[in-house]
């Protein structure tokens, strides 16, 4: 299945892919088609806190 997702900022695919890889390593969880549904969640909910983490990071030093 292809992927359709759009960037706002397209020129931050690769930073996002690299994340999902070292997120991934984190976890221990080779990606790939035979990668369970559930692993690949956790993979995304290891993005998201990242995300999260970040703009956090950046909100506070802009006060």
């Known amino acids: 299945m292809p992927n359709n ?3 706002v900022v397209p020129q931050s695919a690769s930073a996002i892919d690299q994340m ?3 997120a ?3 976890l221990g969880v080779t990606l790939g088609a ?3 549904s559930r692993q690949n969640g ?3 909910g290891q993005i998201t806190k990242q995300l999260v ?3 956090e990071q950046t909100l ?3 006060r």
């Open 34 to 36: 035979e990668t369970s």
């Open 5 to 7: 997702n759009t960037y």
């Open 24 to 26: 991934a390593s984190t």
């Open 53 to 55: 983490q970040i703009a």
């Open 60 to 62: 506070a030093g802009r």
């Open 42 to 44: 956790s993979v995304g």
């Open 20 to 22: 999902k890889y070292e």
